[in-house]
């Protein structure tokens, strides 16, 4: 089994920024795809951003690109996610998911909840308007 811990969330101003960390602690896998989807009551949980195991591959949501950067430290089994210039609209659960042995590049699997194995407990972000 794995265990996911979302850290980081809180609530910053518009404009501010916040960095979420995965740690991902149990079975462990060299080869494997981490998700950030966020939620807010009575939506879907939606994509936020992907990055493989090596970090070379990202993908990001049009709602968050060019603010929000996913990297991965391997060493601590953590994958973080910078979060730049806030928004209110950015204000949700952030979730981070793990998929085993799979990859992003060339590919849009990623960005379906559906895909993934591993789930952790969730972060709130809150960004007031």
């Known amino acids: 089994q794995v265990q996911l811990v979302e850290s980081g969330g809180g609530l910053v101003q518009a404009g501010g920024s916040l960095r979420l960390a995965c740690a991902a602690s149990?079975?462990?896998?060299?080869?494997?795809?981490m998700g950030w989807f966020r939620q807010t009551p009575g939506k879907e949980r939606e994509f936020v951003a992907a990055?493989?195991?090596?970090?070379?591959?990202?993908d990001y949501a049009d709602s968050v690109k060019g603010r929000f950067t996913a990297s991965t430290d391997n060493a601590k089994n953590t994958v973080y996610l910078q979060m730049n210039s806030l928004k209110p609209e950015d204000t949700a659960v952030y979730s981070c998911?793990?998929?085993?042995?799979?990859?992003?590049?060339?590919?849009?699997?990623?960005?379906?909840?559906?895909?993934?194995?591993?789930w952790g407990q969730g972060t709130q972000v809150t960004v007031p308007s």
């Open positions: 149990g079975r462990t896998f060299a080869f494997y795809t």
């Open positions: 998911a793990l998929k085993n042995g799979r990859g992003i590049y060339g590919r849009t699997w990623y960005r379906s909840r559906y895909e993934y194995d591993y």
């Open positions: 990055i493989n195991w090596s970090g070379t591959d990202t």
